[in-house]
């Protein structure tokens, strides 16, 4: 895919979303990290519904270690993996109020430190919550990244630098809210709706969905 072409994708989805943002709600960078950490595996809205009652309990670190193991496994337990992410969340409340005091560092070695954070939840955060222009490739995307020829790579890491390479410097901090929104509503994984693509015409996915739906 040529420059040309890229920017032209950036562009219109750019048009459609001037200000794109993260679906997981949060009103401070721990809460950001806390959600993260709780959407993996599992929905953002499923995730909104548990914070929903966590945060205006306890939305610190310290608040969090104050409720204890079961206590807080009793606000996540309708999310997937809660028994693992509630353990992982409480060793990095601990690291965070005794390392950090008490607040998210804006480092990548430090966020990877914490239990329960990848590289991508660190992308998310450095992105979402400090601005930076850092792309987190999840699942959605790294279909779109290798779908439409965008960013092609055989791993995460891969299409992770090749987008950071190939994506113009004025799309950067917004183009990982751009891709993964594309991805979860539009280029979706079973049923992509190419039909109603606005990057259709751009895209270098050899095929296509018909206008019906079909192959």
Known sequence: MNPAKRTAIYERLRAVNPRPTTELNYSTPFELLIAVILSA?????????ATAKLFPVAHTPQAILDLGLDGLKQHIKTIGLYNAKAGNILKTCRILVEQHGGEVPHDRAALEALPGVGR?????ILNTAFGEPTIAVDTHIFRV???TGLAPGK?????EK????????????DAHHWLILHGRYTCTARSPKCPECIIRDLCEFKSKTAGNGGR
Do not use: C, I, S
């Open 155 to 159: 791993t995460v890491l891969e299409v």
């Open 120 to 124: 991508k939840t660190a992308n998310v």
């Open 145 to 147: 990244a290798n779908r």
């Open 162 to 173: 090749k987008l950071l390479k190939f994506t113009p410097p004025e799309f950067r901090h």
């Open 41 to 49: 595996q599992a929905t953002d809205k499923g995730v909104n519904k």
